[in-house]
């Protein structure tokens, strides 16, 4: 029942490919989130776009790449991962950019890298 | 010190019990508050934003103590299906757009 989509639901890769993750909210919200899950651990904030511009990159390699082609999608490009990337990739989406507006997840995509 | 600290747990309580989380936060201008539960293998989904008088919703009651930096969780009557992780996310300060998440503390609902 959420409303904020993700695809692919599980995605295995090579160290050599490049894929993408796609995310996709229908609640009208103008901000939208990369987070990156281990197992046992909580979210980690990896992208933030506020009105389709990337306001905040919390140090990511640059093997990931972002992209927001409009205020409901957004991509994140994957290219030479490393073992150590896989993990359940979270998008999230809010009302505004602000803390104080809630944030909705979407079911993730768990990525392995072999 | 960690930012946003939770009792791992687990903690194991039997369906009916009442039981309770705490959550310290370090950064007193903090503003915004949340509890997220999140199932194995879910994405983390919103329980309840936590205001400064206290809210209620059903069996779930959360409540704020700014004096002593830290958020609480209250469940009453568990059910075996309230078995989940329960994230304590801040916002430190209102200006910004990112939550602080806390480890989070399991809790397992026995028949």
């Known amino acids: 029942d959420t409303e904020v989509t993700q695809t692919p639901k599980h995605l295995v890769m090579g160290m050599t490919n490049k894929k993408s993750l796609k995310c996709e909210q229908h609640m009208g919200h103008r901000a939208m989130y990369w987070y990156k899950q281990k197992a046992k651990k909580p979210p980690e904030l990896m992208f933030v776009y506020s009105y389709e511009k990337l306001s905040i990159n919390e140090s990511v390699p640059s093997r990931f790449s972002p992209e927001c082609p409009n205020s409901s999608l957004l991509n994140l490009h994957l290219h030479a991962l490393q073992p150590e990337d896989s993990a359940l990739y979270l998008c999230?989406?809010?009302?505004?950019?602000?803390?104080?507006?809630?944030?909705?997840f979407g079911p993730g995509t768990r990525l392995t890298v072999t | 010190r960690k930012e946003v600290e939770q009792d791992p747990g687990p903690f194991n309580v039997p369906e009916g019990a009442t039981v309770a989380f705490n959550c310290t936060y370090s950064n007193s201008a903090s503003q915004s508050f949340f509890w997220y539960r999140q199932d194995c293998r879910k994405e983390p989904k919103l329980l309840m934003s936590v205001y400064s008088s206290g809210n209620e919703d059903g069996r779930f009651t959360a409540q704020l103590n700014r004096a002593s930096q830290y958020i609480s969780l209250l469940i009453r009557d568990s059910k075996l299906s309230d078995s989940a992780t329960y994230l304590c996310v801040v916002n430190m300060d209102n200006a910004g757009n990112m939550l602080t998440f806390g480890g989070g503390t399991r809790l397992m609902v026995k028949p």
């Open positions: 999230a989406s809010s009302q505004e950019s602000r803390g104080d507006y809630e944030q909705y």
